[in-house]
């Protein structure tokens, strides 16, 4: 099988026209992700996307010809499409008697639902994002359902054809979310029951944007091996480790990444296991401080924490991957800091986590905050004891 190739739409950002090229490259990342290269873009403004087609006629005939003539089998828009838009895109991109679907039409959280699919490792986590696929796709029922079917293994048995086959698959989907639903809160129960029992012991949760490097720092902060890897959202499953700083123990979790745009029914399916950010006792919000958009990569995930409930935990601000930044801006790093504290974060430090610069900084300021946590929890504490680092 050959090298899947995609095309990428979107519409300019009224906004902030500069964001329009990172989101593109982000697309584009998360696509390669999913293992299909992009071999074009399509930028196109308007006041807002067009009501059948998304884009214009004009543009759209611009895409329909790359398409053919670049032998492109799917074309990935960055926002979300509605279920017509959709069935329309797919009989443009499709034209003429085929029995396959040749050209698949994804939007962003298609995409992104796959590559949770394709990460998912555990049970609960594939439960989670097949119970959000299956939702997100319900009122999209169309040709490309059934190709999608057959990739990734349905569930139930078809039968008849056309509207027919639809029908039949919108009752097999529907059962199997009431199934997924009921599994999903038999474990929840389980987890709220595992939570109980923690209560006792501080909990800390890095959060952050996905690939802004949670997963090394949780290796290098509790000496494990989670995976970690420069692809998007190379942690689905939430993974939990004890970790002991100056004699005192507490536990580190480390979580999905956000992303701008993370589709609803992926949040809501995650709901117990972003319970571990929400019932956290402090925060580590990690940021990959050289890229060139990190800004609004912070904005989207203290907005994230605000939707879970979790704006107000205890936060450190950790702005990672300093090694990256020219050596002739690292003078202004620490000068930074007055600007985020003025935007809400009392505690920032700047670490490597791959070359382990100033971890022990940021260890010490875990320390102060986990050991305030710890002495509410066990207000009997002896509070002379050494500071240790290893």
Known sequence: MGIKKAILVALAERDRPELTDEHLDELAFLAETAGIETVKRFVQKLPHPDVRTFVGK???????????????????????????????????????????????VYDRSLLILDIFLMRAQTAQARSQVELAMNQYLLPRLTRMWTHLERQRGGTGTRGGSGEREIETDRRNIRYRISLLKDELDKIDKQRKTQRKSRSNVVRVALVGYTNVGKSTLMNLLSKSSVKAENKLFAT?????????????????SDTVGF????????????????????????????????????????????????????????????????????????????????????????????????????????????????????????????????????
């Open 236 to 252: 689905v499953d939430s993974t939990v480790r004890k970790v002991v700083i100056g004699d005192i123990p507490f536990l580190l």
């Open 259 to 390: 992303i701008r745009k993370l589709p609803h029914h992926l949040i809501e399916s995650f709901k117990s296991t972003l319970d571990e950010v929400r019932e956290s006792d402090i925060l580590l919000h990690v940021v990959d401080i050289s890229h060139p958009f990190h800004d609004n990569h912070i904005e989207v995930v203290k907005n994230t924490l605000a939707e879970l409930g979790a704006g107000n935990i205890t936060t450190i601000l950790v702005l990672n991957k300093i090694d990256l930044v020219e050596a002739n801006d690292e003078v202004k790093l620490e000068d930074l800091t007055g600007y985020y504290r003025q935007h809400g974060f009392e505690k920032v430090v700047f670490i490597s986590a791959h070359r382990k610069d100033n971890i022990h900084s940021l260890r010490k300021i875990l320390f102060e905050e986990v050991k305030k946590k710890h002495l509410n929890i066990y207000p009997n504490y002896v509070e002379g004891r050494e500071f240790v680092f290893e």
């Open 58 to 104: 004009g543009k759209l005939e611009e895409i329909k010809q790359q398409v053919e003539s670049k032998d492109v089998d799917n074309v990935i828009f960055d926002d979300d499409l509605s279920p017509s838009q959709l069935r329309n895109l797919e009989k443009e991109f499709n034209s003429g008697e085929k029995k396959e679907l040749k050209v698949r």
